[in-house]
């Protein structure tokens, strides 16, 4: 069984708004979530103590969803509470992935679905940060900007092109000729340099040191920060890095910082790059991961530190699946 929420309001407490409100949030429900009304097993409204002429629960019958169980709470008063508000839960009997619904002044009550907003994940490497972030993406139908991803193809380019990446003057000059684009194919993130699809060649170990190095130049950070403004301000985004609270998106709406202890974060990278075919060593992994910490966490521009208004997440002894929702839960008691 899912449960389908929803929310509207309504101009005026009488028969007519209650009933047009109702109709117009149930028929949006069931649009979007491509229902059968034989599937909706039960409807559950609750409204303000504002509305008090006429039953929501009957303006659904009224409405044509007189197949199902319907019931009518009044909310007790909430001081500076949403006026004329209308909220409903839809429970259905079908396997889907849950589009809520929240209408005209109640939009104001879900900034997680409606409307542009974005999600600061940082923290250290392999903390699980790009995990939970992709996965965040997913559950809430919006897109993942994998800025990692951008300083990585940066960095390739400079290691291709035989330039030191500790070289800023010469690193500088680089940049002027790259082009980096990012596109999204089914959902998923392609990095393209220059033309060329380099998503998973930019994962390779020697590349995210090099990263590490080449993210610390201003001329390459505020040319990377301002695409990822960019993207950031026309759609709602989950975004993963080092600086994404702090500097990136200041004004983020949700932000989390993960971290974990440097033994488990290197075991996370060896099983991960492993998995695809590398040959790696398991210490000199932590002992890279643990440099790589020093070198994001002293840099001079935007270095790896928690924003004071995030969220602190120790990932050492969760799983995915709890860390998703334990940032979902923190996520939902700030709306």
């Not at 979530?33 to 609750?46: A, H, M």
């Amino acid at each position: 069984m899912v449960v389908i929420r929803g929310a509207t309001t309504v101009g005026h407490d009488d028969k007519e708004s209650i009933q047009s409100g109702v109709g117009e949030l149930l028929e949006q429900i069931v649009s979007r979530n491509s229902l059968l009304r034989d599937e909706i097993l039960s409807i559950v409204f609750s409204s303000t103590s504002d509305i008090h002429s006429y039953y929501p629960a009957k303006a659904a019958r009224e409405a044509g969803f007189s197949g199902c169980s319907l019931f009518s709470a009044q909310e007790p008063d909430i001081e500076g509470g949403l006026p004329l508000c209308i909220r409903v839960m839809l429970f259905v009997e079908k396997d889907l992935t849950p589009h809520h619904v929240y209408l005209h002044e109640a939009t104001s009550l879900r900034k997680d679905i409606v409307g542009v907003y974005n999600i600061a994940i940082d923290g250290p490497a392999g903390s699980g940060k790009s995990t939970v972030a992709r996965a965040l993406a997913h559950d809430y139908h919006i897109c993942y900007l994998d800025t990692g991803a951008m300083y990585r193809a940066c960095a390739l380019a400079a290691v291709g092109a035989g330039v030191d990446v500790e070289d800023e003057v010469a690193v500088s000059e680089l940049m002027h000729n790259v082009k980096l684009e990012v596109v999204y194919e089914a959902d998923v993130q392609r990095t393209i340099l220059n033309g060329k699809d380099v998503s998973e060649e930019i994962r390779r170990p020697e590349v995210s040191m090099a990263a590490s190095a080449i993210s610390k130049h201003p001329s390459v950070r505020m040319r990377m920060v301002e695409k990822q403004r960019e993207i950031a301000a026309r759609m709602s985004c989950v975004l993963d890095g080092r600086d994404i609270g702090t500097f990136v998106l200041p004004d983020a709406e949700f932000k989390f910082f993960l971290t974990a202890r440097p033994e488990v974060r290197a075991k996370r990278r060896y099983d991960e790059l492993t998995a695809k075919g590398n040959k790696v060593d398991l210490k000199a992994l932590q002992e890279e991961i643990l440099r790589r910490d020093k070198q994001d966490s002293t840099r001079a521009v935007a270095p790896l530190r928690m924003a004071e208004d995030a969220v602190l997440v120790d990932t050492s002894d969760m799983t995915v699946d709890e860390v998703l929702a334990y940032i979902k839960h923190a996520i939902q008691e700030k709306i």
